[in-house]
């Protein structure tokens, strides 16, 4: 019994007329932060959306809380924050929740929690169109809460943010995570690495490293996350030559 909330299994998916996932494989920890790390263009959006269920797959096998991803079971167990915000403009920021919240069926409660928890009460009255890039980022977040989803995946849900804010958010997501749900969330920062749970490092379409972060370190022999995903590709292209 292993209690893993999604399980890929040598992952292919081919965009644009190339194959951009190559074969990935791991798990990811019910009621943990996992963190999906790698440079833009790696793949981390393309996994996100294999284990969502909206990307179309050329090869492998992905299951989400023990069924295919995609299932149709599954749509309200996920919470899904893309990182292009899609909400609409002219709806304010409760507007557009109170909406979210009656397709989820999430109760019409959840629309001041999610505002609170994205700390957003003094724009829930604002237009969406008038936010701030980071204030944007932040109410496609509360959108991806509603419903308290047993899965979030969360695609770079910190870009734009200022230090404070994103350390509020990042307590957010352990506070989810201690409540049981489990975090899928990308970034290409590495500070923020050393907040997850575990590491999924990602390069060019393949699984660099899948570890905590303190196994990172340790077999890498340097304290620095940053620079253990760089000795871990120089290995990656020593093993090659
Ligand atoms: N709609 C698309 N059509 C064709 N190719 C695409 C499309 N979307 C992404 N790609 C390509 O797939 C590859 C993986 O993209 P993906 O968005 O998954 O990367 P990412 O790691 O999430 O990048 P970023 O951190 O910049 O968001 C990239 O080479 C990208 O150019």
């Known amino acids: 019994?292993?209690?893993?909330?999604?399980?890929?299994?040598?992952?292919?998916?081919?965009?644009?007329?190339?194959?951009?996932?190559?074969?990935?494989?791991?798990?990811?920890?019910?009621?943990?932060?996992?963190?999906?790390?790698?440079?833009?263009?790696?793949?981390k959006t393309t996994v996100m959306r294999s284990i969502v269920g909206v990307q179309i797959v050329a090869g492998g096998r992905v299951s989400v809380l023990g069924e295919p991803a995609?299932?149709?079971?599954l749509r309200r167990e996920i919470g899904y924050a893309t990182q292009d915000p899609a909400v609409y403009a002219d709806l304010t920021v409760t507007e557009a929740l109170r909406y979210f919240a009656s397709i989820l069926r999430a109760p019409a409660s959840d629309v001041d929690r999610v505002v609170a928890e994205v700390g957003l009460e003094e724009e829930a009255h604002s237009l969406i169109g008038t936010l701030s890039g980071g204030e944007h980022s932040r109410a496609n977040l509360a959108i991806a809460l509603l419903g308290r989803p047993r899965l979030l995946v969360l695609d770079e849900p910190t870009v734009g943010?200022?230090?404070?804010?994103?350390?509020?958010?990042?307590?957010?997501?352990?506070?989810l995570a201690a409540a049981g749900t489990t975090l899928l969330v990308s970034s290409h920062v590495m500070d923020e690495a050393a907040r997850c749970d575990r590491l999924l490092l990602m390069r060019d379409g393949r699984l660099l490293t899948d570890?905590?972060?303190?196994?990172?370190?340790?077999?890498?022999?340097?304290?620095?996350?940053?620079?253990?995903?760089?000795?871990?590709?120089?290995?990656?292209?020593?093993?090659?030559?």
């Open 1 to 43: 019994m292993t209690n893993s909330a999604v399980t890929v299994d040598g992952l292919r998916v081919r965009r644009g007329g190339r194959e951009v996932v190559r074969g990935v494989s791991f798990e990811v920890t019910a009621g943990a932060v996992t963190g999906l790390l790698g440079p833009s263009g790696c793949g």
């Open 70 to 73: 995609g299932s149709r079971s």
């Open 161 to 175: 943010l200022d230090p404070v804010l994103r350390d509020s958010l990042w307590g957010l997501f352990r506070s």
């Open 211 to 241: 570890d905590t972060p303190a196994g990172l370190r340790v077999r890498t022999g340097t304290a620095d996350l940053e620079q253990a995903f760089l000795h871990l590709i120089r290995e990656r292209q020593a093993a090659r030559s």
